[in-house]
Nanobody
């Protein structure tokens, strides 16, 4: 059974940075494309970024391009989200997700329905 555990959230001022980490266990990490999503109060869960199983292709929500960077370390079974130049509108619970093992990357998986496993989330709050 796949388990995902996020860490690294917190309170930061606008313009600041945070690095989220997600620890993966239970299966072969390099078989999974990974993604980050976020959900603000009263809003639907929103795609943020995704990275292919090999780590060679990434895709981002337009509003975070140039500010956020997704990366992974297959040797450490971890995926990361480096968030710079944070804005109050980035405030949300951030979730790490893994899609189905061996999924093809014909298009970047951006829908929550394309992901099979989810972490419990970590809160990110950006003050103005």
């Amino acid at each position: 059974q796949v388990q995902l555990v996020e860490s690294g959230g917190g309170l930061v001022q606008a313009g600041g940075s945070l690095r989220l980490s997600c620890a993966f266990s239970g299966r072969t990490f390099s078989s999974y494309n990974m993604g980050w999503f976020r959900q603000a109060p009263g809003k639907e869960r929103e795609f943020v970024a995704t990275i292919r199983w090999r780590g060679d292709i990434t895709y981002y929500l337009d509003s975070v391009k140039g500010r956020f960077t997704i990366s992974r370390d297959n040797a450490k079974n971890a995926v990361y989200l480096q968030m710079n130049s944070l804005k109050p509108e980035d405030t949300a619970v951030y979730y790490c997700a893994a899609d189905s093992p061996g999924s093809m990357w014909s298009n970047p998986p951006r829908s929550p329905a394309e992901y099979e496993y989810w972490g419990q989330g970590t809160q990110v709050t950006v003050s103005s």
